[in-house]
C-alpha cells in the first residue's frame, strides 16, 4: 500500500508491506534516530517521535498508521551541523554520554519549550518519564532546560555549566564539549547498527528452555533446505575449543568453561543453535524448523544447593591447567565426562568443578582469631544481594564482513582487543587477520566486557565469507547476557568500647551462575575495594564463587564493589548500634586517610600476589565535613504524618582507577603539515568522555585549543593496544598514555625548533595558541611541521611520538554519601527525601560529564537498592525480561532533593591529577539507605531490593 505524510517539513510518500512497522519505515528512509532497545514495548523511549505534535513511540505504530500525519524526529532541530538549543545544552550539561536515547531526549524537550518557554521540574520530569537513560540520573536535565531557555534568546549563552578546578590549566578541570558530544546529539550514524552493509544476513539464536539439559539430538535440515537461509551452527559443526567470555588481560582468572555451542545446555537461554539466513524473518521461521530432544537435568540455582553434598555438577567435565595443576589433578579428573567439554584454568585460582566451585580465595594480614578475643564487643551479621541486569539501552551487537582476507567486527564492545584475541583464538586463525572497530557504544556498563555474541557471527562471516549482522532482544539480554553477581556475604567485626576495630572477617559467596567469567575478581573486589576504607591491624577474607543454572553473571559497574559496600559499610553502622555511638563518629575513628599504608593490599590481588599502598590523596575528610552539614547530621526530622518516619545515613566508598601492575595504555599522536594534531589512541570510549579526557591531555601539553586535536580511539588496525575500559582505567591509564605522547611529541618538537631558531632548548617553550617561543623569536606548529616535512635539505620527517603507560602505583577516589528518608510504617513505603553524594576523583578532568556520572552511578545503584531484582521461577526461566516487570528508575524515581559535590584532591599519579569516577558512586546507595531506614523505623534492611513486603515483614507487620 502506498502512504504519505510530512516528515521532517518535507512531503514524502512510501510504499509499505501491511503491517511493517513504524520505526523500521523511519530507518529505511534514513532516520537514523529513531532506534530499538525495547522490542516494541515502548518503555525506554528510543524510538520517540513527534506525531502531530503529541510525542508517541514509533515502534508501537504500524507504518499505516502515519497516513496524512505530520512527524517530527531530531533530524529536523538542526541546521546543517549547528545544533539546536536544547541540542548544545545537554551536550554542554555532560548529558550525552552513551546516547542511544539523547536525541530523543533533545526531541521531547524541544517539543516542551516550544509548548512551554517556562516549564516546571514536573513538566521536565512528565516530558522525559519514558526516556530510558542509565548513564546521567537525569539531575542535569533540568539545569540543561534552564541553559536551553537562555539559548533560545541568546545563542552564545554559556553561564556556569559546572563548577571549575585548576586555574593553572586552560582545559583540564573546565567543562568543555564532549568531543563527540555534537554528532550524537544530532543522531548521526554513530552506532553498530548503523554500519550494518545492506546485503547483510541476520543471525538469530534458538536457545534452551531448559536451565540443565543434555541435547539428546537435533535435526536443522528443515532449517537448512530453507530459501535464504545461510548456514545453521550447532555443537556439531563449530569450534569445540573451550573459552571464557571474560575480556580480562591474557592470561585471565577465569576458567575456559564453555564452547562456541555446547553439547550441554545449562541455562534457561543458553545457545542450542544459530541461523544465518538473507533477513530476520527468514532466521526466525528457520529457527522455528529445527527439532531439538532434550534429557532435562535436576538444576541448581543458589549457592546452598550448590554446595550441598551430591549436588549435580554444572561443569561435569574434566579440568586442566596450563600452569599450577594441584597435584591430585588426576584423582579429581577421576569419572568426569568429556562430552561436557573441558574446564581450562590458565593458573590455579583455587576452582574445583568436582564441588561446583568456580574459584576460591582466603587471605588477610594479623591474626584475627586475636582480633576478635581482644575485642569488647563482637557483631556477626549476614547480608544478600539480588541479580540485577546492567540493562544497557543499545542491546549487544555486532555486525562482521570480509575484507579481502581479513575480518572485520563492527563492535559495541569494552575491549576492542581482547575480542580480537578471544576470536581469532577460537577461528583458529591469527589476530592480524581480524579488525576489531568500536563503533560508539549506547551503553554497556561491564556487560560490554563480555564477549556474547560475537564470537558466533564472527565464525558465521569467516565460514560463509557473507557479511553478517545481530542484536540481541531485550529477552535475550535477561536471559543470555550477563548479570551482576547475587551474593552471600557474612561479616564479622570485634571493636573495644570506645569503637577502635580489632578484627574484621568477610566471608563471600558467591553465584556464578554457569559459567566462570570473572568468577574470581568480581567477589574479590567486594573485598578489595570495602575492606581498605577501614583501619585495623586484623583483617581475614574467605570468598568462594559456585556453579549454578542461573542467567549468566558477569561485569557490571562497580564489579563486586557495591555488593561488598553494601555488606561492611551496613555493619559498621550496626556496630554503632551495639556500641551506643554515633554512626558518623564511628566511621571518622577508624576511616583510612592520606598518608596511610594500605597493608591489606598485600592479599587482594587478582589471582596473584597484591602490592601495598600509601594513600597519596584522599578527600573523605572534606566530603564528610561538607555532606554532615549538607544533611544536617544529628538533627533529628519529624514528619507532619505520624505514619511516616523519617532518619539519616552516611556511608563512605571507594574504588580503584584500573589495576596497577596489570593494566596498559598505549597512544601516539602526529603533528600535521598544517600544525593540528591526530591522537591515535587504544582506549575505547564508551559515552564515559575518554577520548575528550585524551584531547585535553593533548591539548594542555601542546598548548592549543581542543580544536586543533582529532582523536581515534578504539581501532586494533589504527590505534595501539590498551587493555580495555573497565576497572574505571579509562582515565588514569589511557589519559596518562595520551598526556605522556603529548610530552614526547613536545620535546620532539622543541629539538626541532631549537635547530630552527639557533637557540638552546631548554630556553624553548610552547605557548598558547600554538607557538614554540624563545629568547630570539618564535614559531608556529605549522612552520614547525612544513620544515619537517619538506623534502628540502635533510629534514627529520613527521613529527610522531608513542607512549605507554604502565605503574604499580595506585590513585584511589573516595566518596561519603548521607540521604534522609522517609518510612511508612503502615505500609513499607521508603521515600528518598534527600540524597548527597560528594566524590573525590581528584582533579575532574570533565567536571560536567563527571557531576552526570555521579548521578548515573547513584540512580542506577537506588534502582538495585530499592526495586531492580531478576525474578526466575521454580525451572530458573526468568520472568522479568521487560521494563513492563523490571523497574530501572527513571526520573520520577529521583529523590526530591539530589546532590552531587566534587570534592578537589591532587593526585601525584594521576593526569594532571586525575582519579576515576565512572565506578565509585556505584557503591553508597544500598548501605546508606539501610542506615537511614534503620534510623527511621529501628529495623536493618539485610537483602537487597528494600521492598515494601520486606520492610513490613522486619518491622513485624506480615
Given at each position: 500500500m502506498k502512504i504519505q505524510f510530512t516528515l521532517n517539513n518535507k512531503a514524502r510518500s512510501f510504499d509499505v508491506a501491511p503491517g511493517l512497522s513504524a520505526r523500521k519505515l523511519l530507518q529505511d528512509a534514513g532516520i537514523n534516530s529513531v532506534r530499538n532497545s525495547d522490542d516494541g514495548w515502548g518503555n525506554t523511549g528510543s524510538d520517540t517521535i513527534i506525531l502531530d505534535g503529541y510525542p508517541v513511540n514509533a515502534g508501537l505504530l504500524i507504518a499505516a498508521q502515519l497516513e496524512g500525519k505530520v512527524i517530527k524526529t531530531v533530524e529536523s532541530l538542526s541546521s546543517g551541523r549547528n545544533l539546536s538549543a536544547v541540542q548544545s545544552a545537554l551536550v554542554d550539561m555532560g548529558l550525552v554520554q552513551s546516547a542511544y536515547n539523547s536525541p530523543a531526549a533533545a526531541l521531547v524537550l524541544t517539543d516542551l519549550l516550544d509548548r512551554n518557554p517556562d516549564p516546571s521540574k514536573e513538566e521536565i520530569q512528565d516530558a522525559l518519564s519514558g526516556i530510558l537513560h542509565r548513564d546521567n540520573g537525569y539531575q542535569p536535565y533540568f539545569q540543561a532546560v534552564e541553559l536551553a531557555k537562555k539559548r533560545m534568546k541568546d545563542e552564545s549563552f554559556t553561564g556556569d555549566i559546572a563548577p571549575e578546578f585548576r586555574e593553572d590549566l586552560r582545559d583540564v578541570g573546565t567543562a568543555r564539549r564532549k568531543v563527540d558530544g555534537p554528532m550524537l546529539a544530532r543522531g548521526e550514524k554513530a552506532f553498530v547498527e548503523d554500519k550494518k552493509a545492506a546485503d547483510a544476513c541476520v543471525l538469530k539464536m534458538l536457545r534452551s528452555p531448559h536451565a540443565h539439559a543434555w541435547i539428546k539430538s537435533i535435526d536443522t535440515s528443515e532449517a537448512e533446505a530453507m530459501e535464504?537461509?545461510?548456514?545453521?551452527?550447532?555443537?556439531?559443526?563449530?569450534?569445540?575449543?573451550?573459552?571464557?567470555?571474560?575480556?580480562?588481560?591474557?592470561?585471565?582468572?577465569?576458567?575456559?568453561?564453555?564452547?562456541?555451542?555446547?553439547?550441554?545446555?545449562?541455562?534457561?537461554?543458553?545457545?542450542?543453535?544459530?541461523?544465518?539466513?538473507?533477513?530476520?524473518?527468514?532466521?526466525?521461521?528457520?529457527?522455528?524448523?529445527?527439532?531439538?530432544?532434550?534429557?532435562v537435568l535436576q538444576p541448581i540455582f543458589s549457592v546452598d544447593e550448590a554446595a550441598a553434598p551430591g549436588a549435580p555438577l554444572v561443569q561435569g567435565g574434566p579440568m586442566e591447567y596450563v600452569v599450577g595443576a594441584p597435584d591430585d589433578i588426576d584423582d579429581l579428573n577421576k569419572g568426569t565426562d568429556p562430552a561436557e567439554g573441558t574446564v581450562v584454568y590458565q593458573f590455579p585460582i583455587g576452582g574445583n568443578t568436582r564441588k561446583n566451585i568456580a574459584a576460591s580465595v582466603t587471605g588477610g594480614i594479623g591474626?584475627?582469631?586475636?582480633?576478635?578475643?581482644?575485642?569488647?564487643?563482637?557483631?556477626?551479621?549476614?547480608?544478600?544481594?539480588?541479580?540485577?541486569?546492567?540493562?544497557?539501552a543499545e542491546m549487544h551487537t555486532v555486525h562482521t564482513y570480509m575484507d579481502g582476507d581479513r575480518l572485520v567486527i563492527d563492535a559495541s564492545t569494552q575491549v576492542p582487543w581482547h575480542l580480537r584475541r578471544i576470536v581469532s583464538t577460537l577461528l583458529g586463525i591469527r589476530e592480524n587477520k581480524v579488525h576489531v572497530k568500536k563503533a560508539r557504544v549506547g551503553g554497556g556498563y561491564g556487560s560490554k566486557q563480555d564477549v556474547l555474541l560475537e564470537d558466533v557471527a564472527a565464525y558465521a562471516t569467516w565460514v560463509t565469507g557473507k557479511p553478517v549482522f545481530s542484536q540481541y532482544t531485550r529477552q535475550e539480554e535477561f536471559e543470555s547476557c550477563s548479570t551482576r553477581f547475587?551474593?552471600?556475604?557474612?561479616?564479622?567485626?570485634?571493636?573495644?568500647?570506645?569503637?577502635?576495630?580489632?578484627?574484621?572477617?568477610?566471608?563471600?559467596?558467591?553465584?556464578?551462575?554457569?559459567?566462570?567469567?570473572?568468577?574470581?575478581?568480581?567477589?574479590?573486589?567486594?573485598?578489595?575495594?570495602?575492606?581498605?576504607?577501614?583501619?585495623?591491624?586484623?583483617?581475614?577474607?574467605?570468598?568462594?564463587?559456585?556453579?549454578?543454572?542461573?542467567?549468566?553473571?558477569?561485569?557490571?559497574?562497580?564489579?563486586?564493589?557495591?555488593?561488598?559496600?553494601?555488606?561492611?559499610?551496613?555493619?559498621?553502622?550496626?556496630?554503632?548500634?551495639?556500641?551506643?555511638?554515633?554512626?558518623?563518629?564511628?566511621?571518622?575513628?577508624?576511616?583510612?586517610?592520606?598518608?596511610?599504608?594500605?597493608?591489606?593490599?598485600?592479599?587482594?590481588?587478582?589471582?596473584?600476589?597484591?602490592?601495598?599502598?600509601?594513600?597519596?590523596?584522599?578527600?573523605?575528610?572534606?566530603?564528610?565535613?561538607?555532606?554532615?552539614?549538607?544533611?544536617?547530621?544529628?538533627?533529628?526530622?519529624?514528619?507532619?504524618?505520624?505514619?511516616?518516619?523519617?532518619?539519616?545515613?552516611?556511608?563512605?566508598?571507594?574504588?580503584?582507577?584500573?589495576?596497577?601492575?596489570?593494566?596498559?595504555?598505549?597512544?601516539?599522536?602526529?603533528?600535521?603539515?598544517?600544525?593540528?594534531?591526530?591522537?591515535?589512541?587504544?582506549?575505547?570510549?564508551?559515552?564515559t568522555g575518554l577520548d575528550t579526557v585524551c584531547v585535553k591531555m593533548a591539548s594542555e601539553v601542546l598548548k592549543v585549543d581542543m580544536d586543533l586535536v582529532s582523536i581515534l580511539s578504539g581501532d586494533t588496525d589504527n590505534t595501539p593496544f590498551d587493555t580495555g575500559a573497565y576497572a574505571s582505567s579509562g582515565t588514569y591509564f589511557s589519559g596518562n598514555a595520551a598526556k605522556k605522547a603529548s610530552e614526547k611529541l613536545l620535546d620532539n618538537i622543541l629539538t626541532v625548533a631549537a635547530e630552527m631558531l639557533e637557540e638552546p632548548k631548554e630556553d624553548l617553550q610552547p605557548e598558547y595558541p600554538g607557538y614554540i617561543v624563545g629568547k630570539k623569536g618564535k614559531l608556529t606548529y605549522r612552520e614547525i611541521a612544513h620544515h619537517c616535512e619538506s623534502g628540502e635539505g635533510d629534514g627529520p620527517g613527521q613529527m610522531v611520538a608513542h607512549a605507554h603507560f604502565v605503574t604499580d602505583d595506585a590513585a584511589f577516589p573516595y566518596g561519603a554519601h548521607f540521604c534522609q528518608v522517609a518510612v511508612n510504617v503502615k505500609t513499607g513505603k521508603v521515600k528518598l527525601q534527600k540524597y548527597y553524594a560528594l566524590q573525590d576523583i581528584g582533579t575532574p578532568i570533565n567536571p560536567e560529564i563527571a557531576l552526570s556520572q555521579i548521578y548515573g552511578g547513584v540512580l542506577k545503584s537506588i534502582g538495585h537498592t530499592m526495586w531492580e531484582e531478576m525474578v526466575l521461577d521454580e525451572k530458573g526461566k526468568c520472568l522479568t525480561t521487560n521494563f513492563d516487570t523490571y523497574h530501572v528508575p527513571m526520573i520520577k524515581d529521583l529523590p526530591e532533593d539530589f546532590k552531587a559535590e566534587l570534592i578537589f584532591t591532587e593526585d601525584p599519579f594521576g593526569p594532571y591529577g586525575g582519579k576515576s569516577v565512572s565506578e565509585i558512586s556505584t557503591n553508597g546507595a544500598a548501605p546508606v539507605i539501610a542506615a537511614a531506614i534503620h534510623d527511621a523505623v529501628g529495623v536493618w534492611m539485610r537483602s537487597w531490593p528494600f521492598s515494601p513486603e520486606k520492610v513490613l515483614k522486619e518491622l513485624g507487620k506480615i
Amino acid at each position: 500500500m502506498k502512504i504519505q505524510f510530512t516528515l521532517n517539513n518535507k512531503a514524502r510518500s512510501f510504499d509499505v508491506a501491511p503491517g511493517l512497522s513504524a520505526r523500521k519505515l523511519l530507518q529505511d528512509a534514513g532516520i537514523n534516530s529513531v532506534r530499538n532497545s525495547d522490542d516494541g514495548w515502548g518503555n525506554t523511549g528510543s524510538d520517540t517521535i513527534i506525531l502531530d505534535g503529541y510525542p508517541v513511540n514509533a515502534g508501537l505504530l504500524i507504518a499505516a498508521q502515519l497516513e496524512g500525519k505530520v512527524i517530527k524526529t531530531v533530524e529536523s532541530l538542526s541546521s546543517g551541523r549547528n545544533l539546536s538549543a536544547v541540542q548544545s545544552a545537554l551536550v554542554d550539561m555532560g548529558l550525552v554520554q552513551s546516547a542511544y536515547n539523547s536525541p530523543a531526549a533533545a526531541l521531547v524537550l524541544t517539543d516542551l519549550l516550544d509548548r512551554n518557554p517556562d516549564p516546571s521540574k514536573e513538566e521536565i520530569q512528565d516530558a522525559l518519564s519514558g526516556i530510558l537513560h542509565r548513564d546521567n540520573g537525569y539531575q542535569p536535565y533540568f539545569q540543561a532546560v534552564e541553559l536551553a531557555k537562555k539559548r533560545m534568546k541568546d545563542e552564545s549563552f554559556t553561564g556556569d555549566i559546572a563548577p571549575e578546578f585548576r586555574e593553572d590549566l586552560r582545559d583540564v578541570g573546565t567543562a568543555r564539549r564532549k568531543v563527540d558530544g555534537p554528532m550524537l546529539a544530532r543522531g548521526e550514524k554513530a552506532f553498530v547498527e548503523d554500519k550494518k552493509a545492506a546485503d547483510a544476513c541476520v543471525l538469530k539464536m534458538l536457545r534452551s528452555p531448559h536451565a540443565h539439559a543434555w541435547i539428546k539430538s537435533i535435526d536443522t535440515s528443515e532449517a537448512e533446505a530453507m530459501e535464504g537461509v545461510e548456514i545453521v551452527l550447532t555443537y556439531k559443526n563449530t569450534p569445540e575449543k573451550p573459552y571464557t567470555t571474560a575480556g580480562q588481560g591474557f592470561p585471565e582468572p577465569s576458567p575456559y568453561d564453555k564452547s562456541m555451542f555446547n553439547k550441554k545446555v545449562r541455562h534457561v537461554g543458553d545457545r542450542v543453535a544459530a541461523v544465518v539466513a538473507v533477513d530476520e524473518e527468514t532466521a526466525l521461521a528457520a529457527i522455528g524448523k529445527i527439532k531439538v530432544e532434550y534429557d532435562v537435568l535436576q538444576p541448581i540455582f543458589s549457592v546452598d544447593e550448590a554446595a550441598a553434598p551430591g549436588a549435580p555438577l554444572v561443569q561435569g567435565g574434566p579440568m586442566e591447567y596450563v600452569v599450577g595443576a594441584p597435584d591430585d589433578i588426576d584423582d579429581l579428573n577421576k569419572g568426569t565426562d568429556p562430552a561436557e567439554g573441558t574446564v581450562v584454568y590458565q593458573f590455579p585460582i583455587g576452582g574445583n568443578t568436582r564441588k561446583n566451585i568456580a574459584a576460591s580465595v582466603t587471605g588477610g594480614i594479623g591474626d584475627i582469631d586475636k582480633g576478635i578475643a581482644e575485642a569488647d564487643v563482637v557483631l556477626e551479621r549476614e547480608y544478600k544481594t539480588s541479580q540485577i541486569q546492567c540493562t544497557p539501552a543499545e542491546m549487544h551487537t555486532v555486525h562482521t564482513y570480509m575484507d579481502g582476507d581479513r575480518l572485520v567486527i563492527d563492535a559495541s564492545t569494552q575491549v576492542p582487543w581482547h575480542l580480537r584475541r578471544i576470536v581469532s583464538t577460537l577461528l583458529g586463525i591469527r589476530e592480524n587477520k581480524v579488525h576489531v572497530k568500536k563503533a560508539r557504544v549506547g551503553g554497556g556498563y561491564g556487560s560490554k566486557q563480555d564477549v556474547l555474541l560475537e564470537d558466533v557471527a564472527a565464525y558465521a562471516t569467516w565460514v560463509t565469507g557473507k557479511p553478517v549482522f545481530s542484536q540481541y532482544t531485550r529477552q535475550e539480554e535477561f536471559e543470555s547476557c550477563s548479570t551482576r553477581f547475587p551474593m552471600t556475604i557474612g561479616v564479622k567485626i570485634g571493636a573495644k568500647k570506645d569503637g577502635t576495630l580489632t578484627a574484621v572477617y568477610m566471608n563471600v559467596k558467591a553465584n556464578n551462575g554457569p559459567f566462570g567469567n570473572h568468577c574470581l575478581t568480581v567477589p574479590m573486589n567486594a573485598c578489595s575495594k570495602s575492606l581498605p576504607l577501614f583501619l585495623c591491624d586484623n583483617f581475614k577474607f574467605d570468598v568462594t564463587t559456585y556453579y549454578t543454572n542461573i542467567p549468566p553473571t558477569g561485569a557490571y559497574q562497580g564489579y563486586g564493589a557495591p555488593k561488598g559496600s553494601y555488606a561492611l559499610q551496613t555493619a559498621i553502622a550496626e556496630l554503632a548500634e551495639e556500641l551506643g555511638m554515633d554512626h558518623l563518629e564511628l566511621i571518622q575513628k577508624n576511616r583510612v586517610s592520606e598518608g596511610v599504608m594500605l597493608e591489606i593490599l598485600r592479599c587482594l590481588g587478582e589471582g596473584r600476589e597484591g602490592t601495598p599502598a600509601r594513600v597519596e590523596s584522599c578527600g573523605l575528610d572534606d566530603a564528610l565535613d561538607k555532606g554532615s552539614k549538607m544533611i544536617e547530621w544529628g538533627k533529628k526530622e519529624e514528619s507532619d504524618d505520624p505514619d511516616w518516619k523519617i532518619g539519616k545515613g552516611v556511608a563512605i566508598i571507594q574504588q580503584g582507577s584500573g589495576l596497577p601492575g596489570l593494566d596498559q595504555s598505549n597512544a601516539d599522536i602526529k603533528m600535521l603539515a598544517d600544525g593540528t594534531f591526530m591522537l591515535h589512541s587504544g582506549g575505547a570510549d564508551l559515552g564515559t568522555g575518554l577520548d575528550t579526557v585524551c584531547v585535553k591531555m593533548a591539548s594542555e601539553v601542546l598548548k592549543v585549543d581542543m580544536d586543533l586535536v582529532s582523536i581515534l580511539s578504539g581501532d586494533t588496525d589504527n590505534t595501539p593496544f590498551d587493555t580495555g575500559a573497565y576497572a574505571s582505567s579509562g582515565t588514569y591509564f589511557s589519559g596518562n598514555a595520551a598526556k605522556k605522547a603529548s610530552e614526547k611529541l613536545l620535546d620532539n618538537i622543541l629539538t626541532v625548533a631549537a635547530e630552527m631558531l639557533e637557540e638552546p632548548k631548554e630556553d624553548l617553550q610552547p605557548e598558547y595558541p600554538g607557538y614554540i617561543v624563545g629568547k630570539k623569536g618564535k614559531l608556529t606548529y605549522r612552520e614547525i611541521a612544513h620544515h619537517c616535512e619538506s623534502g628540502e635539505g635533510d629534514g627529520p620527517g613527521q613529527m610522531v611520538a608513542h607512549a605507554h603507560f604502565v605503574t604499580d602505583d595506585a590513585a584511589f577516589p573516595y566518596g561519603a554519601h548521607f540521604c534522609q528518608v522517609a518510612v511508612n510504617v503502615k505500609t513499607g513505603k521508603v521515600k528518598l527525601q534527600k540524597y548527597y553524594a560528594l566524590q573525590d576523583i581528584g582533579t575532574p578532568i570533565n567536571p560536567e560529564i563527571a557531576l552526570s556520572q555521579i548521578y548515573g552511578g547513584v540512580l542506577k545503584s537506588i534502582g538495585h537498592t530499592m526495586w531492580e531484582e531478576m525474578v526466575l521461577d521454580e525451572k530458573g526461566k526468568c520472568l522479568t525480561t521487560n521494563f513492563d516487570t523490571y523497574h530501572v528508575p527513571m526520573i520520577k524515581d529521583l529523590p526530591e532533593d539530589f546532590k552531587a559535590e566534587l570534592i578537589f584532591t591532587e593526585d601525584p599519579f594521576g593526569p594532571y591529577g586525575g582519579k576515576s569516577v565512572s565506578e565509585i558512586s556505584t557503591n553508597g546507595a544500598a548501605p546508606v539507605i539501610a542506615a537511614a531506614i534503620h534510623d527511621a523505623v529501628g529495623v536493618w534492611m539485610r537483602s537487597w531490593p528494600f521492598s515494601p513486603e520486606k520492610v513490613l515483614k522486619e518491622l513485624g507487620k506480615i
